[in-house]
């Protein structure tokens, strides 16, 4: 007979049988599917190897119950996750088929669902449908935390920041943890708040237990103090966040964004390169570009240039907006007449801050300066939601002003850029700097001042 070691114990040498309670030992730790699910179902990022478990069982699950509307949900949320971590748009059609179905076999009414939808349109910049899918899913389930985080997602696409306040505060009250916290530090940076916006990511990372989750809040660390100008300390949170998850391809795209600002080319460049090769965001591929074309390398800038026309081609094809950044390529180093048109679409659709920041640079950079200067003065409008510290929406009005002949303002806003961040490009910091030289110092004879 086998006897459980958990249901014996040795006494005076002589082995005495105990009665065994179940209950008394450990639950099992979870599997990585659980444990994928758990995260993908709270809006948390999920490890990768997590992931391929969690699609590969769920996939085998609706081959033998394919009327199983539960797991048609949970893998198509799963499919959402999977293509933005990845940044590969082919999964985000597999992501609206799974859901669809959910939705068709019996769950039209169920909140989880509709929220994998949301954060579907989320993930393909969709920022009107995703307000549609968020909002149904909270009238439906007023307490559930999750349809606010997305929702905040929506609204901040839309340029709709009371909306953000609304949804903020109702999850501030609902839920709590980590995850709440990086929302909220979302949230105050785009308020200006960057001392709140740091301390809340910090404390999300130091109490987030998951590596994945820790290291997507240590990304997101490193982006605000690099936004503040602080190189080394991006750069320690980026390592970090690699360090916690290898597969965090934005932390490492964000190393070569602090490494370039720390004067470390070569090994910027092969940050970059790294990302890319796992990640091929069409944002990273541009700052990659003009990396290049800041070191002289203008065969090399003009590949990285085609690799994203050819990333935002692949993200059409799944259903993804990229005009944003297409829009902003277009402006510094395409066309700028064809900038405009595209970035004015965007703008109807969902009038987000950083919409009007590209249009208005597009604008100017197609010789309409006059226009240009009301979409510069939006983004950076703190009461119309352009409340954000950014050393480049800062840099676009200042020139934007000097074009129309706003000097002082554009002085003003020019050495404002080098405040907030004066490494924020490699390429336009040049640009800002030989501006504030031509301008030179106000004139004392007391004319006007413009």
């Known amino acids: 007979m086998v006897v459980s070691a958990a ?187 960057r001392e709140d916006a740091a301390a809340r990511i910090a404390d999300a990372a130091a109490a987030a237990e998951a590596p994945a989750e820790r290291a997507a809040y240590l990304e997101q660390a490193g982006r605000l103090a690099f936004e503040r100008g602080d190189r080394e300390e991006a750069l320690r949170f980026f390592q970090e966040a690699l360090r916690t998850d290898p597969d965090q391809r934005a932390a490492q795209a964000g190393q070569g964004r602090a490494l370039a600002a720390l004067g470390r080319s070569s090994e910027a460049l092969t940050a970059y390169q790294a990302a890319l090769a796992k990640q091929p965001r069409p944002a990273d591929a541009l700052e990659l570009g003009e990396l290049y074309e800041s070191l002289g390398l203008a065969q090399a800038a003009r590949v990285q240039y085609d690799l994203l026309r050819e990333r935002v081609r692949v993200a059409a094809a799944g259903g993804a907006d990229e005009e944003l950044v297409l829009g902003r390529f277009e402006a510094d180093h395409g066309d700028a007449g064809a900038a405009v048109t595209r970035l004015r679409a965007e703008w109807r659709r969902q009038p987000g801050v950083a919409v009007a920041d590209a249009l208005g640079w597009a604008l100017f950079r197609d010789g309409r300066a006059r226009e240009a200067l009301g979409y510069a003065v939006r983004a950076t409008d703190g009461d119309r939601g352009g409340g954000v510290r950014s050393a480049v929406y800062a840099y676009h009005r200042g020139m934007i002003e000097r074009g129309v002949g706003k000097y002082g303002a554009a002085r003003r806003h020019l050495r404002e850029a080098l405040v907030i961040n004066p490494y924020f490009s490699p390429l336009h910091v040049r640009e800002v700097r030989g501006a504030l030289d031509a301008l030179g110092e106000p004139s004392f004879d007391g004319s006007p001042s413009r």
């Open 7 to 193: 249901g014996c114990a040795v006494l005076g040498g002589g082995l005495v049988l105990l009665p065994w309670d179940p209950a008394a030992a450990p639950p099992p730790a979870p599997g990585p599917a659980a444990v994928a699910r758990g995260a993908v179902a709270a809006g948390v990022p999920a490890a990768l190897s997590d992931l391929a478990v969690l699609i590969g069982e769920h996939e085998t699950l609706v081959r033998a119950r394919p009327l199983d509307a539960p797991a048609w949900a949970v893998l198509g949320t799963a499919y959402v996750e999977q293509g933005r971590r990845t940044a590969d748009p082919a999964w985000f059609p597999r992501a609206e088929e799974a859901l669809r179905t959910a939705l068709r076999l019996g769950h039209p009414r169920d909140p989880a669902t509709l929220e994998g939808l949301a954060a579907l349109a989320v993930a393909r910049r969709d920022f009107p449908a995703a307000k549609r899918w968020a909002e149904q899913a909270r009238d439906l389930a007023p307490k559930r935390w999750t349809a606010q985080a997305v929702l905040i997602d929506a609204c901040t696409g839309l340029g709709d920041h009371k909306g953000v306040g609304r949804a903020l505060d109702r999850l501030m009250e609902l839920g709590s943890g980590p995850v709440v916290g990086a929302r909220a530090a979302a949230v105050y940076r785009d308020r200006g708040w």
